[in-house]
C-alpha cells in the first residue's frame, strides 16, 4: 500500500512541477544602469549579464543615475515585453530620488568664453603646484579666453558657471590629506567707492562632488556664484594648483589632470520653469557677431525642452515645438 501511495504523490508532485516550470509568472531581476535615455519618462537602458535593454521607471521623479543597481520587472518572464525598473536594490521607488543637479537649474548665456582643449597637469608630491593659465596683465592666454565674449556675456548675467574636468592617478599614501583645484579672478567696480575690486571663486575638493582622491576618470566639477554682472570689468587670472599633500618628493611623474575650463554667465530658471515646462533657446556660437565680416557670418541656435527641470529627448518623445 505504501508503495502505491508513493507512486501517487510522485506521480503528483511530476505533474505540479512540470505546471510550474511552464507556467508564465513575472520575474524579477538585478541589473544596472548603463544609460539614461530620457529622464522625463523614465527611460533606460539596464544591463543584464551579457545583454543590454530598454527598461521604463514607474516613477518618473525619481531618477537612477548610470551604475544604479536596479530590480527589474519582466511580465510573464517574456523579455520581448515591455520591462519595468521597481526601483534600487538599496532604497526602493520614491526613497531613491536624484534632484535636478545645481547646474540644470540654470540656463547658460551665450558661449564658453574659454575656448581652448588643451590639458594641464599638476604634481601632488610637490608642496605647491601653481600653473597660471591666464593672466591679462602678464598677457598670459593659454586657454585662448575671449575678453570680447566675457564682456558681452558676463556683463549681461547675474550669475557665474565656471569649473573644469579632473582626473587623478594619485598613490595611495597621497589619498587622505592635500587640496587641489582651479581659481577663477574676476574684476569688478566696487558699488561703495567706485574702486576696482577683485574676487576670486575656487573650485577645490572642499565643493567637488564625488571623492576627489580617487577620479579614475575626468569628472566634470563646476561652482555657480551670484555676481554684480553690471558693474564686472574683465576677467584678470585662472589657475590651477596643487598643495599640502602629505609627501613631498622630487622626480614624480604628475598625477592630477584638468581640462574641458569652462566660463559661463548664467541666469536662474524661475520656479514655475522648473516644476513645469519649458522652451529654451541654446547658442552654442554665441549671440553677438563682430563688425569683421556681418555679411558672411552665421550663428546657430537650437532648442532646448525641458520638463521639471530636466532637459528632454524630444526625438525618443516625439515632441513638437514652434
Known amino acids: 500500500m505504501n508503495n502505491y501511495e508513493n507512486m501517487i504523490l510522485d506521480a503528483v508532485q511530476t505533474i505540479v512541477d512540470n505546471a510550474v516550470s511552464n507556467a508564465t509568472f513575472d520575474k524579477t531581476i538585478q541589473g544596472t544602469v548603463k544609460k539614461v535615455v530620457d529622464e522625463t519618462i523614465g527611460k533606460y537602458i539596464i544591463k543584464y549579464q551579457d545583454s543590454a535593454f530598454f527598461a521604463y521607471s514607474t516613477n518618473t521623479n525619481t531618477t537612477y543615475p548610470v551604475g544604479s543597481l536596479v530590480y527589474v520587472l519582466i511580465p510573464n518572464n517574456d523579455m520581448e515585453r515591455e520591462k519595468t525598473i521597481l526601483g534600487s536594490v538599496n532604497k526602493l521607488g520614491i526613497d531613491y530620488v536624484n534632484n535636478i543637479t545645481e547646474e540644470e537649474k540654470y540656463n547658460k548665456i551665450g558661449t564658453n568664453i574659454i575656448k581652448s582643449n588643451n590639458n594641464f597637469e599638476l604634481c601632488s608630491y610637490k608642496k605647491l603646484d601653481y600653473k597660471e593659465l591666464y593672466n591679462r596683465e602678464k598677457n598670459i592666454n593659454l586657454l585662448n579666453l575671449n575678453e570680447y565674449d566675457a564682456s558681452l556675456y558676463l556683463k549681461n548675467t547675474n550669475y557665474l558657471l565656471c569649473g573644469a574636468n579632473f582626473k587623478t592617478l594619485l598613490s595611495q599614501k597621497q589619498k587622505f590629506k592635500g587640496n587641489y583645484g582651479i581659481s577663477f579672478e574676476l574684476l569688478?567696480?566696487?558699488?561703495?567707492?567706485?574702486?576696482?575690486?577683485i574676487?576670486?571663486?575656487?573650485?577645490d575638493i572642499d565643493n567637488m562632488i564625488g571623492n576627489p582622491y580617487s577620479f579614475d576618470s575626468y569628472t566634470k566639477q563646476y561652482g555657480i556664484y551670484q555676481i554684480d554682472g553690471k558693474n564686472f570689468k574683465s576677467v584678470e587670472k585662472i589657475s590651477i594648483f596643487s598643495e599640502n599633500f602629505p609627501y613631498e618628493e622630487d622626480n614624480k611623474p604628475n598625477d592630477i589632470f584638468v581640462n574641458n575650463i569652462f566660463l559661463y554667465g548664467a541666469e536662474a530658471f524661475t520656479s514655475d520653469e522648473l516644476a513645469n515646462c519649458a522652451l529654451s533657446f541654446i547658442t552654442p556660437q554665441g549671440i553677438y557677431f563682430d563688425n569683421q565680416s556681418l555679411n558672411t557670418d552665421s550663428r546657430t541656435i537650437q532648442a532646448e525642452v525641458r520638463i521639471k527641470g530636466k532637459v528632454v529627448d524630444v526625438n525618443s518623445q516625439s515632441i513638437k515645438y514652434y
Open 188 to 197: 569688478y567696480i566696487d558699488n561703495a567707492t567706485g574702486e576696482d575690486i
Open 199 to 203: 574676487r576670486t571663486y575656487t573650485i
